[in-house]
């Protein structure tokens, strides 16, 4: 009887433990999530988004960092994402809104370029569960 009441408070301890676990792995997001995909030969350069953060740092007097995870492919794809719970929601939607146009311009000038380069496309609120695809850990994304 004794050991009985031990091993029902530790199934009991193990399953919420568990559970704590589960709910916080689900509630990380990211606020903007950049894919770099890949047709045939590798994909495009980040360097645009690269000169358009660095703009948007130095215009805002903010720094805005982003997160590299790699290895989302057979062919070099990988993500950039963004958490962007230290910007106000105006100061969010000045990052974020152009930021679909640009993208959009980079793929169209990718195709006249280099037409072997990967689609470039953004997603936003991505939970941390949708990017369980990629095989490498998370690094800081340099500028």
């Known amino acids: 009887m004794k050991y009985s009441i031990f091993f029902l408070l530790y199934v009991i301890l193990i399953v919420q433990v568990n559970g704590q676990t589960a709910t916080t792995s689900v509630s990380q997001k ?6 770099f995909g890949s047709m045939c030969c ?5 360097n645009f988004l690269k000169d358009y953060i660095k703009k948007f740092n130095s215009k805002n007097k903010i720094t805005v960092k982003g997160n590299l995870l790699a290895g989302c492919g057979r062919e070099g794809e990988f993500k950039i994402l963004f958490t962007l719970s230290n910007l106000k929601e ?5 990052l974020t809104k152009p930021l679909g146009k640009l993208i959009d311009d980079q793929n169209k000038k990718n195709k006249t370029s280099n037409a072997s380069s ?11 569960s949708k990017l369980e695809n990629c095989r490498e850990t998370l690094a800081n994304w340099k500028l």
């Open 118 to 128: 990967g689609p470039i496309s953004i997603a936003y609120d991505v939970p941390l």
């Open 42 to 46: 590798g994909t495009a350069s980040d």
């Open 90 to 94: 105006a100061k969010k939607a000045t």
């Open 30 to 35: 990211y606020d903007v999530v950049v894919s």
